[in-house]
């Protein structure tokens, strides 16, 4: 009962953060990229993503190797966000907008692993 329940708040989040994003960006989102965690596989959530039209990639289980690719960019985010209040004199407390502000900016720089292009044109 307890996982379920897990499940179902996991689902709502998703949702939320989904319309937010979609409405902030106005783009659909494509791929959605997770681990292999029961909340990310379950029917309910699989089903919303076949039918919004979200490709599922899911990491291997027990690869550290993929989860230490998300926390490097993780921490490129997390560095660039903690640069940009202390550059600009701002409180911690204008650190989401910062850290979305990064994200939209790793977005657009080109990258020499995908052929110096950027991530919005591959």
Same mark, same amino acid.
């Given at each position: 009962m307890y996982l $379920?329940? +897990?499940r179902g708040k996991y689902l709502e989040?998703?949702?939320?953060?989904k319309r937010n #994003? $979609?409405? =902030? #960006?106005?783009?659909?989102?494509?791929?959605? &990229?997770?681990?292999n965690r029961g909340v990310y596989t379950s029917d309910p959530f699989l089903q919303l993503c076949h039918n919004e039209g979200i490709e599922r990639h899911f990491t291997v289980r027990k690869t550290p190797q +993929?989860?230490?690719m998300a926390e490097r960019i993780n921490m490129t985010l997390l560095e660039k966000v903690w640069c940009m209040l202390s550059n600009a004199d701002l409180s911690k @407390?204008? =650190?989401?907008?910062? *850290?979305? @502000?990064?994200? @939209? *900016?790793?977005? &657009?720089?080109?990258?020499?692993?995908?052929?110096? =292009?950027?991530?919005? =044109?591959?």
């Open positions: $379920e329940a +897990q989040l998703f949702v939320e953060w #994003m $979609e409405k =902030k #960006m106005g783009r659909k989102i494509k791929i959605l &990229r997770s681990d +993929q989860v230490g @407390y204008f =650190k989401s907008e910062a *850290l979305v @502000y990064a994200c @939209y *900016l790793v977005n &657009r720089l080109s990258s020499s692993a995908i052929g110096d =292009k950027t991530s919005l =044109k591959v």
